[in-house]
């Protein structure tokens, strides 16, 4: 009995260390990560899910995405809450890097803004390619319109596009001009629910599927372009930034390699958005 006992605690002092072990396993392999902040059309269009699984085979880094409005996505980059941005307000992203957040800012693609209303077309804005104009009959029939209100790229891009008309919508607030704070999958989900107009980036527009009656009525012009850029946050602002991984991502994404797994992606046929990495001052 007693030699029996022996076995037991000399093979119980062999194992702990290997027990010792295994908890850390699955700890350590899921330690090789970075964080991009980016926005709420490169998530909800479906683009991440199809390049972020090549990156992670090529590199062994697994990318987790915080998506959200441009405006909230660079805030996080400035709190080093995240070591890679991507997002498409370009005016925003050169403050970030002017202000020393990070950078340097480089182009990796670009899709466009289209403007989408009801079939009824009360405005009466179908098939212009004057963007400026359709939004001042918006206005004008104060057609009930859906805005993100949320800080993003597309709310940054919208609020230009009514400067540029000639309109102030924020009177109409609260009646015909609807605020709702929110992505534009969300915003999207309401303008059909609500027969309104809505200023959508392509790329989701193609991914969502509760269009009901809203069709794309205004597209085309140049004002309507839409640019992506990506940087490296500052690991001399904020040292635990994964800079190394973190770069890694940037060069992948701007790479050839990167490029062709972003003009890979599409949607019934139809490329949602277009590599320009190599396009200098894009």
């Not at 104009?133 to 790229?153: K, T």
């Not at 602002?237 to 890694?248: I, L, M, T």
């Amino acid at each position: 009995m007693t030699s029996c006992i022996m076995r037991w605690r000399t093979g119980r002092r062999a194992l702990l260390p290997a027990l010792a072990l295994l908890p850390a396993l699955p700890a350590a392999a899921q330690q090789r990560f970075i964080t991009v902040a980016s926005t709420t059309s490169t998530e909800q269009s479906g683009l991440f899910g199809h390049i972020l699984p090549i990156f992670t085979h090529t590199s062994g880094i697994t990318v987790r995405v915080v998506a959200l409005g441009t405006g909230q996505a660079l805030d996080v980059g400035r709190r080093g809450d995240a070591d890679v941005v991507l997002v498409h307000d370009r005016a925003a992203e050169e403050r970030f890097v002017e202000q020393g957040f990070g950078g340097p800012r480089r182009p990796v693609m670009y899709n466009d803004f289209v403007l989408a209303g009801p079939a009824a077309d009360p405005a009466r804005i179908a098939g212009t390619t004057d963007v400026a104009s359709a939004l001042r009959r918006i206005a004008a029939a104060r057609a009930p319109f859906v805005s993100r209100g949320d800080r993003s790229g597309t709310h940054a891009a919208e609020l230009r596009l009514w400067q540029g008309a000639g309109i102030d919508p924020l009177p109409g607030r609260g009646a015909w001009y609807r605020e709702i704070g929110q992505g534009m999958g969300p915003a999207l989900n309401t303008a059909a629910a609500q027969n309104a107009y809505i200023l959508t980036d392509r790329g989701t527009w193609l991914a969502f599927r509760n269009r009901q009656d809203l069709r794309i009525l205004v597209e085309g012009d140049q004002r309507l372009f839409n640019q992506y850029g990506v940087m490296l946050v500052s690991p001399q602002r904020h040292p635990h930034v994964k800079a190394a991984d973190g770069q890694r991502f940037v060069d992948w994404i701007t790479s050839s390699a990167g490029q062709a797994a972003i003009a890979g992606f599409r949607i019934g046929g139809e490329q949602l958005f277009f590599p320009n990495a190599d396009q200098a001052g894009a």
